[in-house]
Nanobody, 113 residues
Framework: QVQLVESGGGLVQPGGSLTLSCAAS????????MSWYRQVPGKERELVAY???????TNYADSVKGRFTISRDNVNTVYLQMHTLKPEDTAVYYC???????WGRGTRVTVSS
């Protein structure tokens, strides 16, 4: 059974940092590209960052370039390091197996003073 479990969300002040983690199971982690999406109420879920199966290719939404970094380990976890957070980064962040389409349940990030 495929599982993607996000963690690390929370409340942070503008300008602060958070690191999200996504623990994957139920598939061969090293064979698939992984990604982070985010969604705010009333809007479509948007792709934030992508990392290839090997980790050699990453892509970012323009809105987070230079502030967010996606990475992965060799076991089962993909990370999203978020710096210089802005109120507009407030959303529920979801992990996704980009190639298979599986989704996690999300972790909420709130950027507010």
């Amino acid at each position: 059974q495929v599982q993607l479990v996000e963690s690390g969300g929370g409340l942070v002040q503008p300008g602060g940092s958070l690191t999200l983690s996504c623990a994957a199971s139920g598939f061969t982690f090293s064979s698939y590209g992984m990604s982070w999406y985010r969604q705010v109420p009333g809007k479509e879920r948007e792709l934030v960052a992508y990392i290839s199966a090997t980790g050699g290719t990453t892509n970012y939404a323009d809105s987070v370039k230079g502030r967010f970094t996606i990475s992965r380990d060799n076991v089962n976890t993909v990370y999203l390091q978020m710096h210089t957070l802005k109120p507009e980064d407030t959303a529920v962040y979801y992990c996704r197996n980009y190639d298979r389409g599986d989704w996690g349940r999300g972790t909420r990030v709130t950027v507010s003073s």
